[in-house]
């Protein structure tokens, strides 16, 4: 479950010292997006392809935005087998390639997204730290299942935080997903993919991200695109 | 399918099928008879709300003759007429079609390097002095930009000149009614207008400062927030408390270039900073006004002329040398 080895160029260790260095020299408001994936063994095929399409798409669309690139921040953790953080946060602007994602094992969606809240809660301190503004942060949870076990502290975390407004909460099912499960970990309902749309729900995303840097200050609220290109109805 | 528009005249003209650019609230058309025209058409939504309102004030703003240099005016995308669609609908209206690149990526510590990669202090304040001398006009006619979202400045990269769009957000006098401008980011916001319902408070004169001195800050610190603290609150906080962290008693100057950059800043133009921003934050009549920032900068763009500051938009290492305007001190104003 380490197929974003080469997601950068750099190792781990020294990544965590580039993104330091980031917040100095870019002072940037950031917008925080921490992908929760699963890649449980379900996911294998057609979804694991499209999904992997996409978050590349992701990264070259945000990268193009002028303002958006210095502004979004990713994290990456998957869920198969092993819960798993392949990426820990970084500007889109220094990622330089990565490799796909493969699909086996459980789903361990709860213990990603703790990690993912974890991670999150450590990046806003560093944000702070550096005096550098953020909007609120992403949680974009995908899956095609259920979690498997121990997701209600995790689903109740991300779902406070949401109807606070400090977490922008966006659980998506794949076909086959338990949306009921998976709407536990917002304040807003799961939205259903149409069919394996990832292609579009991720040219959404990044298109919500360049609205969002570009809304002026860190504290307005947004108005995002519709999600009628990737959600069914 | 060609969109056709019409004038209140009924002269009717064709605009490009797809919008060059979109707004929240509108899309912005070519014309391709007319290439120094653009015509914004608001979103549907947008009209089926609004388009009483939008409409008056865009009839006052085009047609007031107290405003009619504004409309002529090299640095303003003023609205000149009203637009309808083939079924007699008010659809927008018809503007100068400007021409540049967006101040907030002109004022970014990254993303100015690919489009302005020759920039430097002489070129950031030639720009400023643009925006200002437009902005004075504004004032002069009664009208307050209110919204200082740096996306709607417009720096042209080929010269020194700053065109404002997205007029009619403004709060204008015009025709005998005062229209207000509902719509700001809290972080270019005076402490005393945070929070309040903007459709329904005016915005004066020294709102505008404060505004236009974080517009300032941002352009001379490569996109800076004046109110970056580390360790806790952020800017609109800040802002709230009136907590500027450069100067004597400050602290929480964030880490990197920034104290560098600050320092080589002439100490007049500080002291402007510091005021505006420390005591100017809450008592608005200490805030610097247009015409004081106007001298202000004269005087930087002379001294830098004269070789007295660093021209680099990131100097490297902090002011060493004694500064050689009328005050002399050994260190920069430290945190
Ligand atoms: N006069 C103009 N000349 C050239 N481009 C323009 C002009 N007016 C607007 N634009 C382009 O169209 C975009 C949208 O215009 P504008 O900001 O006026 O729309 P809006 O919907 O009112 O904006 P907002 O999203 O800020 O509410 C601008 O960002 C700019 O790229």
Known sequence: ?233 | MSLTVRSATGESVQLSDTPFAQGGEAAVHAVPRFPGVVVKLYHPQVLQKRADTLRAKIDAMSSDPKLVSLKQHPGLAWPRFSVFDERGQWRGYAMRKAAGVRMNVLAHAMAYREQFPNLDRPAVVAYLLSLLGTLQELHTAGVMVGDYNLANFLCDPNSDTVTLIDCDSWQVNAAGKTFRCPVAAPDMLAPELQGKELGKVNRTLESEYFSLAILLFKALMLGRHPYDVVGGAGPVENIRKGYFPYGQGGGGIPKGPWFNIWSHLPFKLKEQLIGTFKEGAPNASARTSIPEWIDFLKLYQRELGKGWHDTQIKPANPKTKEYRGTQSISQPIAA
């Open chain 1, 1 to 233: 479950m380490f197929a974003f080895a080469n997601f950068m160029n750099t190792p781990k260790e020294t990544t965590m010292n580039e993104s330091h260095d980031d917040l100095i020299d870019n002072p940037t408001p950031r917008c925080p997006v921490a992908l929760v994936l699963d890649t449980s063994g379900s996911m294998s095929g057609q979804p694991i392809e499209q999904l992997n399409a996409g978050i590349e798409l992701f990264i070259d669309e945000v990268k193009r935005d002028d303002l958006a690139r210095w502004s979004v921040d990713l994290a990456v953790y998957t869920a198969g087998g092993l819960a798993d953080c392949i990426q820990s946060f970084i500007g889109v602007e220094q990622i330089v390639g990565f490799s796909p994602l493969d699909a086996s094992g459980g789903t361990p969606l709860g213990q990603a997204t703790r990690m993912a809240l974890d991670d999150l809660e450590a990046r806003k301190k560093s944000y702070r730290d550096a005096g550098v503004p953020y909007y609120q942060p992403w949680l974009v949870l995908i899956s095609d299942g259920a979690p498997d076990y121990g997701w209600q502290d995790a689903a109740q975390r991300a779902s406070a935080l949401s109807a606070q407004r400090k977490l922008v909460s966006l659980p998506i099912g794949v076909q086959g997903a338990d949306l009921s499960v998976l709407s536990q970990f917002s304040s807003k309902p799961a939205v259903a993919l149409d069919g394996l749309k990832f292609r579009e729900l991720f040219q959404w995303l990044s298109a919500s991200m360049a609205r969002v840097s570009a809304s002026t200050s860190s504290d307005a609220s947004v108005h995002l695109p519709s999600v009628d290109s990737w959600g069914s109805v």
